[in-house]
T-cell receptor
């Protein structure tokens, strides 16, 4: 139990589907993150939220849309994805932006 | 951020200490050494970090050489559940989110 819970663990979606990934942290942290992990790139930072405000967006395509309704929840809304978007999507949280990260176990996404 | 070099793989017998080395010869004065690991089918897990003093927590110890050009992560009594890929990362203060993984060291703990 990492204190960061991601659902679903696995997701298969077609390129025309719309789906959402959910992340919940029970650690009282103020910052939350989305990362992408694939064989080509071991770890890529996608989005950073600090106190529910998006503070970083690393040139992520608009087909990925994050949402942070409160400090404990983070979503990643997906639409019209491409097969190359298949990867492990990891959510993480930290006490603040400079503190070590606590990761969830990820959502394994396959786009067909 | 400074680059790090780690051996690609190591073996350790269960119950023995696992000593994982990392070279970071270009580390600068305000950069910390972080260690994470990733067990198969799980997300990365933070282990420990330090600046120049040795550090210890419930998971491991971190020994940093006086010149800060290398460090060793010590798992004092390795178990089968410690089998994972271990990543040594150097990050400036306040940039913990700028995490990126190299190839790491694949530690195999055996009976």
């Amino acid at each position: 139990e990492t204190g960061v819970t991601q659902t679903p663990r696995h997701l298969v979606m077609g390129m025309t589907n719309k789906k959402s990934l959910k992340c919940e942290q029970h650690l009282g942290h103020n910052a939350m993150y989305w990362y992408k992990q694939s064989a080509k790139k071991p770890l890529e930072l996608m989005f950073v939220y600090s106190l529910e405000e998006r503070v970083e967006n690393n040139s992520v395509p608009s087909r990925f849309s994050p949402e942070c309704p409160n400090s404990s929840h983070l979503f990643l809304h997906l639409h019209t994805l491409q097969p190359e978007d298949s990867a492990l999507y990891l959510c993480a949280s930290s006490r603040d932006k400079g503190s070590p990260l606590h990761f969830g176990n990820g959502t394994r996404l396959t786009v067909t | 951020d400074a680059k790090t070099t780690q051996p690609p793989s190591m073996d350790c017998a269960e119950g023995r200490a696992a000593n994982l080395p990392c070279n970071h010869s270009t580390i600068s004065g305000n950069e910390y050494v972080y260690w994470y690991r990733q067990i198969h089918s799980q997300g990365p897990q933070y282990i420990i970090h330090g600046l120049k003093n040795n550090e210890t927590n419930e998971m491991a110890s971190l020994i940093i050489t006086e010149d800060r050009k290398s460090s060793t992560l010590i798992l004092p009594h390795a178990t089968l559940r410690d089998t994972a890929v271990y990543y040594c990362i150097v990050l400036s203060a306040g940039t913990a989110s700028k995490l990126t993984f190299g190839t790491g060291t694949r530690l195999q703990v055996t009976l």
